[in-house]
């Protein structure tokens, strides 16, 4: 069974400066993709990053990069050059090759101040 | 080119009660998920429909229900309203099911839905 656990609930950062939120999963498969999504209060899930798990580099989207570690199953997200409008829940989230079900994990509150 | 919508945003039922909520998917998708997301919590997979089919479906129970329409767009139907299933209800469209790693799910707005 896939599990993911994010161990922040809630993070603060300030505007301009980076901030990474953790991300570890457990899961058997050799084949997997790890996504990142943002939610803002608005409700909807904005895609921010994928990383397969045969890359060998690590995935990157503008400010977003994912750290990925796969020996210790974790995929950190990074966010360089906080803005405001980051501020929003954050979730780590994985579905392995064979599936089209994405395990979610519970999501990390990012804050960013002035 | 149109993104995912929902409707309606927000709704208030009372235990026992049916519900449906709506899902148009973006232009150019042809499968529809369904989630629910109790408060503080990640989304959970309800069920799948890919080209008018169901294609998987999560644990849980046969109250829930679906529906995909020739146009891609999708119902989810809540028999027997219960407390618990007050959560934010999304829709997210995608291109494919399987054999594409990458594939992104765009999601909608959410439906509220509290039950009393």
């Known amino acids: 069974a896939q599990k993911i656990t994010q161990t922040q609930p809630g993070m603060f950062v300030q505007e301009k400066e980076a901030v990474t939120l953790d991300c570890t999963y457990d899961?058997?498969?050799?084949?997997?993709?790890l996504f990142w999504y943002k939610q803002p209060s608005s409700g909807e899930m904005i895609f921010l990053i994928y990383q397969g798990s045969y890359d060998e580099q690590n995935a990157t989207e503008g400010r977003y990069s994912l750290n990925f570690q796969k020996a210790r199953k974790s995929a950190n997200l990074v966010i360089s050059a906080s803005q405001l409008g980051d501020s929003a829940m954050y979730f780590c989230?994985?579905?392995?090759?064979?599936?089209?079900?994405?395990?979610f994990g519970r999501g990390t509150s990012l804050i960013v101040h002035p | 080119e149109t993104g995912v919508t929902q409707s309606p945003t927000h709704l208030i039922k009372t235990r026992g009660q049916q519900v449906t909520l709506r899902c148009s998917s973006q232009?150019?998708?042809?499968?529809v998920s369904w989630y629910q997301q109790a408060l503080g919590q990640g989304p959970q997979f309800i069920f799948q429909y890919y080209r008018e089919e169901e294609n998987g479906r999560g644990n849980f129970p046969p109250r829930f229900s679906g529906l995909q329409f020739p146009n891609y767009s999708s119902e989810l139907n809540v028999n027997a309203l219960e407390l618990d299933d007050s959560a934010l209800y999304l829709c997210a469209s995608s291109f494919g099911v399987r054999g594409h790693d990458r594939y992104e799910q765009y999601f909608g707005p959410g439906t509220r839905l509290t039950v009393t």
């Open positions: 899961t058997s498969d050799q084949s997997y993709g």
């Open positions: 989230a994985m579905r392995d090759g064979g599936s089209y079900i994405p395990t």
């Open positions: 232009s150019g998708h042809n499968t």
